[in-house]
């Protein structure tokens, strides 16, 4: 189980059986989602239904206040909650990456960073998921990324975003990179 | 055409060749990541000659979209 520091996001995370597929990782990870909901007090007769936003966030009809995200990848998965802002986590696996898509959605900072770092497999992934969570906190798809227009600057090992209202935290579990993005009220 | 995007998916995504036709929803039916979507798409544009732009990736839903994209691309 990995932590992340600011109180306002509840977040679990665990490992299934090597080779998992899409399914048994999704189920994983709703199933964390439904025990962070069990153990914040969310009672599901409350919760009311499952619902999307126009651009494909979920959320619960009767908990407009609670912002859910879940993220799984190989054999990893993770849930988090919060009642103080709209949030949006997601994870990769570090591994080679793709000096094209790098090319396609990362800011000359971001490149410059990358081309000078001494891990840079995973300072991309890193980058990557930092956006990936802007956007599911945003609530648009996916790919809208690059429309999302945040720089990331990790020098000194710490985070700062262009978007200055939203906080961001990531963790390393392994060979995972887990980013988390919590847009406040 | 529809082989050639059929094969580049089969490098990220583990189902049946013959299951994806132009209707299948990449994301939604295939459940595939946005970087392996974006990773993917950057081989195809190196493999045809092709750039496609973020505002047409946005609108790529189905095999379909992709395909009609390269041949749109390929045209010009």
């Known amino acids: ?185 | 055409m529809l082989n050639t995007i059929r094969k580049a998916l089969l490098e990220y995504v583990e189902v049946e060749e013959e299951s994806i036709t132009e209707d299948t929803e990449i994301l939604q039916d295939l459940h595939m990541n946005s970087y392996d979507f974006v990773t993917m798409v950057g081989e195809i544009e190196e493999k045809f000659g092709i750039e496609i732009p973020d505002e047409e990736l946005r609108e790529i839903v189905t095999v379909g979209d992709v395909i009609k994209c390269i041949k749109s691309k390929m045209n010009e």
């Open chain 1, 1 to 185: 189980m990995h932590q992340i520091q600011d109180e306002r996001i509840k977040l679990a995370t665990c490992r299934l059986p090597e080779g998992a597929d899409w399914r048994r990782q999704h189920e994983g990870a709703y199933n964390l989602l439904n025990g962070l909901l069990c153990e914040q007090g969310f009672e599901s007769a409350s919760l009311g239904e499952l619902s999307r936003e126009a651009f494909g966030k979920p959320y619960y009809t009767g908990a407009p206040k609670l912002s859910f995200s879940v993220t799984h990848t190989n054999d990893f998965c993770a849930a988090a909650i919060s009642t103080c802002g709209r949030l949006g986590i997601d994870a990769e696996r570090i591994r080679g990456f793709s000096q094209k898509s790098a090319i396609r959605v990362l800011s000359a900072l971001e490149l410059s960073f990358l081309r000078e770092s001494s891990a840079p497999e995973a300072d991309f992934f890193t980058l990557w998921t930092l956006k990936e969570s802007y956007s599911k906190a945003l609530g648009g798809r996916l790919l809208d990324m690059p429309a999302c227009g945040v720089v990331f600057d990790l020098r000194g090992g710490k985070i700062k975003a262009s978007a200055d209202s939203a906080f961001f935290e990531c963790c390393l579990c392994e060979d995972i990179v887990l980013s988390v993005c919590l847009l406040p009220r």
